[in-house]
């Protein structure tokens, strides 16, 4: 059984930063890529980032140069650093990761809030 647990999700001001975390954990031989999405109330998820097992990233358009995204292997973690918060970031967070278990699957996390006030 492989999970993700996502930590990090908190109420701040606009402008203020926060830092997300996700770990996977189980029956794990190797991690593709990994990534984050968001859900806004009334929207449908979008991608945030994401990071191949390479160290390759890339950013959704309205949140380059914001928001960086980075991995530590040995850890099976996932990070979003997030700067110059926005009320439009606010969402609930997903974690995502394509992980080789028995054969490769996408997990998903249970979600962090995000809420930035303005």
């Known amino acids: 059984q492989v999970q993700l647990v996502e930590s990090g999700g908190d109420l701040v001001q606009a402008g203020g930063s926060l830092r997300l975390s996700c770990t996977a954990s189980g029956r794990i031989f190797s991690i593709n890529r990994m990534g984050w999405y968001r859900q806004a109330p009334g929207k449908q998820r979008e991608l945030v980032a994401v990071?191949?097992?390479?160290?390759?990233?890339d950013y959704a358009d309205s949140v380059k140069g914001r928001f960086t995204i980075s991995r530590d292997n040995a850890k099976n973690t996932v990070y979003l650093q997030m700067n110059s918060l926005k009320p439009e970031d606010t969402a609930v967070y997903y974690c995502?990761?394509?992980?080789?278990?028995?054969?490769?699957?996408?997990?998903w996390g249970q979600g962090t809030q995000v809420t930035v006030s303005s």
């Open positions: 990071i191949t097992s390479g160290g390759s990233t």
């Open positions: 995502n990761a394509y992980i080789y278990s028995r054969g490769y699957n996408d997990y």
